[in-house]
């Protein structure tokens, strides 16, 4: 048995994603899978300030480095500071107050957040990854059930 097959003989693979189908472009405009503004995709700053840390920060986050991706908005509550910024779900959070993000446990970015009363974040759009973070929930959830 080589290498490679003795590694992976007891994983499970994920499920095979096909590609998105292509969309010409005289149907862009009014297809539902193509979103043409890529000024939303892109790397944008919000500060919020709060009086006190024990105030809510007017949303949740779900991921991080246990869970094999980053930390992103999960809810963001109507009427909240953070949802008249612009922070919305599926939002990936890169940074606070210049500590990266990226690669961080959840335990750990709570803290962060909850700590500080401005709060200097840098935020991705970034759909494909926010849903990625529940398929591996489903497909960890399979696993367990498949081992039983």
Do not use: W
Request: net charge neutral; proline share 8%.
């Amino acid at each position: 048995m080589s290498f490679i097959e003795n590694i992976t003989k007891d994983m499970i693979l994920p499920p095979y994603e096909p590609p998105p189908p292509y969309v010409p472009p005289g149907q862009r405009l009014d297809h539902p899978d193509y979103i043409g503004n890529v000024k939303d995709f892109l790397p944008r700053r919000v500060t919020m300030v709060r009086n006190q840390t024990s105030e809510a920060l007017g949303f949740n986050i779900r991921g991080g480095k246990e869970h094999f991706c980053g930390i992103y908005v999960s809810k963001v509550m109507p009427n909240s500071e953070a949802n008249n910024l612009g922070v919305k779900e599926a939002d990936q959070i890169l940074s606070v107050n210049n500590l990266d993000f990226k690669d961080i446990e959840h335990s750990e970015a709570v803290k962060i957040l909850k700590m500080n009363t401005v709060i200097e974040m840098e935020l991705l759009y970034f759909p494909y990854g926010y849903n990625k973070t529940y398929e591996k929930n489903r497909l960890m959830s399979a696993n367990s059930q498949s081992s039983r």
